[in-house]
């Protein structure tokens, strides 16, 4: 591409990413207001220069803060809103420049306002969290490895390190697929070591930075001040960790003291454990009044830790079951309303009514938490499609190689190496739970296109790029 013709590119991006991003805004205002989670409050809370909560990542609350501007208003929400799904808007019409060659700009738009209006991209790209930007990993980085002989753009890189630094699992998302994309390289005979200089590049500053955000914020010193106490939790509702534990506890100085004092009190529900309030362990991690990171994240580490070592083979059937049971779990709208997110003196309403009591007022009326969206409805159309462009995806990839175009074949495996990636993280160290997965899966349609495209192009002797 010459340089002359790289400089008109962006102003016809631009006019690509309208036909999306209407269809973006215009189920949010549907809704009435931007989307919102439980999880949002936090990031509300720190946007509006307050305190963040110290097991979500300051970096989001910070992108929010450039469009609240200080002002505590229900249309600074909407610029945030806007901001994140413009710019995932513009992400995909640039990755749908490099994937789809032959189409016109107006049948590029077309197809990516389709995919807006039929996939849960809709429903994630303008609510207020950082769900908004997984799928963005997946874009960035495609598009910086796609040429691996050319220097990446400046300034793709820096959208890369912000969608990877504003949820703690983003960087490990942003290894998977790195690895994914240079496999394909290896196998198609490209070059693999611009792919892992970058991606592994960027994932390890996307990782430092938080280190650094986090030290400085919390004074934790990692990339994820929470993930022991996470990792934990659902080791814990296994029986992982319990069992462990009884086995621990049982000598005369034991390696977890602490846990081992509460350990008949801790239950199974790793959902009690995480958020209920009075839970022994939730009161011990959160009810803190020095503001400073979590006295039992060792003793967690060490348990979680130890209970994989103790029983590898029963934690590997787990997590197959989880793993297995995350990569399906792909509807829209799992966002916890309007029960307990429109519920008085909930998360939602304790740190946003914190903030301002109008802006939680101005939520209350919408249709997200009025329960008039119709989920049942949008699931019904949005699920059969995503599920069947997963089962595809890798039938594709595997029986057309040869006929799919080098950067197709990048897209496939770096979307498929993220989709596993994520339901790993989410699945097994987490909960498996369909918001996790459906903000990512709602690439795989995009990817069926893209593969079919090509596969036209090549019966019709258009096959234009690498093939390797």
């Known amino acids: 591409m010459s340089g002359a013709h790289a400089t008109r590119q962006p102003p016809r991006h631009l006019l690509v990413a309208l036909g999306p991003f209407a269809v973006l805004l215009a189920a949010a205002l549907y809704n009435g207001h931007p989307l919102l989670l439980p999880d949002s409050g936090p990031f509300i809370h720190g946007a509006t220069g307050h305190s963040v909560q110290y097991e979500r990542s300051p970096v989001y609350g910070l992108f929010g803060a450039i469009f609240m501007l200080g002002r505590e208003t229900t249309a600074m929400l909407w610029l945030w809103a806007i901001a994140q799904g413009a710019l995932v808007a513009i992400a995909m019409a640039l990755l749908s420049h490099r994937l789809l060659p032959g189409w016109s700009a107006r049948q590029r738009s077309l197809l990516l306002g389709a995919l807006a209006l039929v996939t849960s991209w809709g429903w994630h790209a303008m609510q207020i969290s950082p769900d908004a930007f997984a799928g963005l990993v997946v874009i960035l980085a495609v598009l910086l490895f796609a040429e691996p002989r050319q220097g990446g753009a400046p300034f793709i890189g820096m959208l890369l390190v912000l969608a990877a630094t504003v949820h703690s699992t983003h960087p490990l998302l942003l290894v998977a697929v790195t690895l994914g994309s240079a496999a394909v390289a290896a196998l198609s005979r490209q070059a693999v070591a611009p792919i892992l200089g970058k991606g592994l590049g960027f994932s390890a500053l996307s990782i430092g930075l938080l280190v650094i955000v986090n030290g400085l914020a919390h004074e934790r010193w990692s990339h994820a001040p929470m993930g022991d106490y996470f990792a934990f939790a659902a080791l814990q509702q296994e029986g992982l960790t319990a069992a462990w534990l009884e086995a621990s506890c049982a000598g005369d100085a034991p390696p977890t003291p602490q846990l081992c004092a509460m350990r008949t009190q801790l239950g199974r529900d790793s959902q009690q454990i995480l958020w209920q309030r009075g839970h022994p362990l939730n009161a011990a991690v959160h009810d803190r009044t020095d503001a400073r990171p979590p006295h039992l994240q060792g003793e967690m580490a060490t ?101 799919l175009r080098f950067p197709t074949r990048l897209f496939m495996a770096a979307l498929l190496s993220a989709l596993l990636a994520n339901a790993f993280l989410a699945g097994v160290f987490s909960e498996p739970d369909d918001r996790y997965q459906s903000r990512i899966a709602w690439l795989a349609p995009f990817a069926i296109v893209v593969a079919l495209a090509d596969l036209r192009s090549r019966r019709h002797g258009r096959h234009d790029g690498r093939s390797g």
Do not use: H
């Open 303 to 403: 348990a979680w830790k130890g209970a994989i070592l103790a029983d590898p083979a029963g934690f590997a059937r787990s997590a197959i079951r989880d793993l297995g049971a995350q990569l399906v779990m792909v509807a829209p709208l799992n966002d916890y309303c309007p029960d307990p997110c429109a519920v008085r003196g909930a998360t939602l309403d304790r740190w946003v009514g914190d903030v301002d009591p109008a802006l939680m007022e101005n939520f209350l009326a919408s249709r997200q938490a009025t329960g008039r969206l119709p989920r049942q409805e949008i699931r019904m159309l949005v699920v059969p499609l995503t599920l069947l462009s997963l089962l595809l995806l890798p039938v594709l990839l595997l029986l057309c190689w040869r006929r």
